[in-house]
């Protein structure tokens, strides 16, 4: 990541500030994705380019404040919906532009965020046990199932419905809670790391039968794999479970494999990938997954950090 330093400017026009900075990172990714589902268009160029913002200032009593944005645009932006081209929509509103504000103050363990929320559950660890391919591939390996609330990288996310979180970690342990006015949720985690294995317990309140209730997960390193079994109660789309492994392929290379079945599939949903370090940030990935709805995904491409 590069940073930009602005504390000289504030120093002299302003008494009494102790540090600020703007920070910018992101990463790029193209390459090519086949989608089964796509009848007569099933290969096509996908891309992303993401812009993240982090900005912070430090007060005499040791308190950063700061806020994070990020600009986004994918090649699928500006593409109806499959519904929205049924009516006779030609084209969508175009992705770029600034997502909505995530604030915070922290000190020391302590962390509070408002706005556009990390979520609970979204942030507990186990639910996004691996990172398929250079796009996700569906991303039928998430236990909870976008059933709560999570940072949104192209909209306000909660931050248009008033989103609140507090976050503490005290060495091995660590608590989340957050909460929205979107669907009146009201969400928590706890997790505990011992012994090089990370146990994790969710739960969510909230008036929709389709959020998700209950969320557990264990990851830890079992032999040369990284190993992640996740669990979670999807209200009525019924039960959710995943397990995940990680493991090296020489020195530059890793495999990435998962298997997942819930109640609302028609068919048990796996995949495989690659990802092999270039060096400087860059990696060429790959993956291929059979969804549940017995639909193939495969992808290919170049991804580069920044």
């Known amino acids: 990541m590069k940073k930009v330093l602005f504390a000289t400017t504030a120093l002299v026009a302003t008494a009494g500030v102790a540090a600020a900075d703007v920070t910018f990172g992101g990463y790029g990714r193209f390459g090519i994705l086949y989608n089964e589902a796509n009848v007569g268009n099933e290969t096509n160029i996908t891309s992303r380019f993401r ?26 932006d500006g593409t109806p919906s499959a519904a929205a081209a049924a009516a006779g929509a030609t084209s969508a509103p175009a992705g770029t532009g600034i997502n909505g504000v995530r604030f915070f103050a922290r000190s020391g363990g ?11 559950l979204e942030f507990m660890p186990g639910m996004y046990p691996i990172d398929l391919g250079l796009t996700g591939l569906g991303y039928e390996y998430t236990a909870y199932q976008f059933g709560a609330d999570a940072y949104s990288s192209g909209g306000n996310g909660a931050a248009g419905s008033n989103g609140v979180e507090v976050m503490y970690s005290m060495g091995d342990l660590s608590f989340h809670v957050s909460a929205s006015d979107f669907n009146d949720r009201i969400a928590a985690h706890v997790a505990y790391s011992w012994n090089g294995w990370t146990f994790a317990l969710g739960a969510q309140d909230s008036n929709s039968a389709t959020d998700t209730e209950l969320a557990a997960s264990v990851s830890g390193t079992f032999g040369p794999v990284d190993v992640t079994l996740a669990y979670a109660d999807n209200g009525t789309n019924g039960d959710h479970i995943t397990l995940a492994g990680r493991f090296d392929v020489g020195a530059a290379t890793n495999v990435e494999v998962y298997v997942a079945d819930a109640d609302n599939f028609a068919n048990a949903s796996y995949g495989v990938d690659f990802n092999h370090d270039l060096g ?15 639909n193939i995904r495969a992808d290919l491409g170049v991804r580069f950090n920044f």
Request: charged residues 15%; proline residues 0%.
């Open 110 to 120: 302590l962390e509070v965020g408002v706005g556009n929320i990390y979520g609970a």
């Open 280 to 294: 400087g940030g860059t990696s060429l990935r790959g993956g291929i997954a059979s969804l549940s709805s017995d």
């Open 51 to 76: 812009l993240q913002i982090d900005a912070t200032a430090e007060s005499d009593g040791g308190v950063t404040f700061g806020a994070r944005v990020r600009i986004q645009q994918n090649n699928s």
